[in-house]
């Protein structure tokens, strides 16, 4: 009797059903505990790439889908099933509905790929352009005014058409066979990708990953393909896109992820930047540098610091080092500390895993050793790793470090200060926070690079695995592990170069003192 009810096609369709339904609230789920956010949501999640590489993106992106189109493609998957069950009870060859399915995701991941990189060019030209916070966010109004306006095209009328009736398509479109089903999912899967594909455009200027939007397309999405009133659907959808597209057009702000200042980066009270060339102050050690900037540098009215963490080889050094050329402010790279104290540990013979010893380094760590070059010898960096997971030698620097940021050499207006716990630990209160990050394969190759260039002999194998091993070491250590503070802004620098780095720090940094113009 059970047997027989498992069986039955009421069953079985139940269950394909509960599946399809489980496999959604479990992405929903994901997604909700991976941090989506709500209307306000962060810097992070304000970026299109949330600073993720493409692998990232693309398995959020392809959970998000599930978690969005799973529901409203459920009556043609059922009817699909409905038509193979009944060939398996004939004892007719059938195929797995989730085939279909599978053909159905495709179309969604490949969409993955292209918003990826969509992505990754639209922040490369917008960082090149200097682009404002409230001309990007008035083009994320127009994407809102297009998505409306596309619900009212012959297009968009046509995808829909095969998307609300299942039999329709089932009677046009069926192709027999294992490759018969894959290629059915991937033709509905198009169908569905052309029905919506500005409704997910949209998700960008509203935040990748906020779960208010989310749900509401899911909602557009599900009442388009399902509710008896098609025009009455698509025509108050358009309206209220373009309505809500031409207020955030007037009123920039009235996007969730316009750029204006947050708690962790607002400075009360600050006057507006002014351009000033003072005196070039006299030379600092490898490690520190500040006071004069550059020729045409913006230099702060009011004292500040910038905390700046990321893992080894992501350009947080290169990127600090210019900002505060750039910015007009004191330069201290933190690693360079460690680095030094574990100089002072190897030259006296001790071992860097050594408490004692490495604690007695670090207290007689002074700017002039920081002007050492052996401090970029490889046995130097492996041994700064290891002293650097020594509690006693991160106490004893930690005045150092927070002396530089209160009281800045060279009568500098501010400082910029990189390492991994800046923003959590050193300075957990300052202005502006960022986490510079890439992928470890592309952090490998620049070190890599790096050392090719100064002629030490590496294997890019070799290096990699270090770096794997130091991230380890870094993110993991009991006191200070390496993360993102809580408020930074993280900048992913794989497909970014220093000039396009820097640029987009340093409209972080102005848009922070001046506000959006």
Known sequence: MHRALIASPTAQRNLVLFLLLAVAMACWALILGQGGGGPGVDMAMASPTMGLPATAFLTMWVTMMVAMMFPTAAPMILTFHRIESAKRARGEAFVSTWLFAAGYTLIWAAAGVAAYYGAVTAEAVATCTGLSAAMAARIGGALVIAAGLYQLTPLKNVCLSKCRSPIGFILTSWRGGSLGALRMGLLHGGSCFGCCWLLMVVLFPLGIMNLAAMALITLIIFAEKSLAWKRVTAYGTAAALVIYGLVVVAAPRALPTFAAPGPATAMPGMAKPEIVEPPVPAAMPMGMSGGA???????????????????????????????????????LDTGALYRATALLVLDSGGDAADPAAAE????????????????????????????????????????????????????????????RDIGSVVCPQADIKLFVTAATEVRARRRLDELRARGTPAIYEEVLQELRERDTRDAGREVAPMTAAPGAVVIDTTALDADMALARASDIVARALAGSR
Do not use: C, N, Y
């Open 360 to 419: 007695a380094a670090a207290r007689r760590v002074g700017a002039q050793l920081l002007a050492d070059p052996r401090l970029r010898d490889e046995a130097v960096t492996r041994a700064s790793s290891v002293v650097a997971a020594i509690p006693a030698v991160r106490r004893a620097l930690l005045e150092f470090q927070r002396g530089f940021a209160a009281r800045p050499p060279a009568a500098a207006r501010g400082a910029v200060l990189d390492g």
């Open 293 to 331: 900037p550059r020729r045409g540098a913006v230099v702060l009215s009011g004292a500040f610091v910038v905390a700046i963490d990321g893992p080894a080889a992501s350009g947080k050094g290169t990127l600090a080092r210019r900002l505060a050329k750039r910015f007009g402010l004191a330069h």
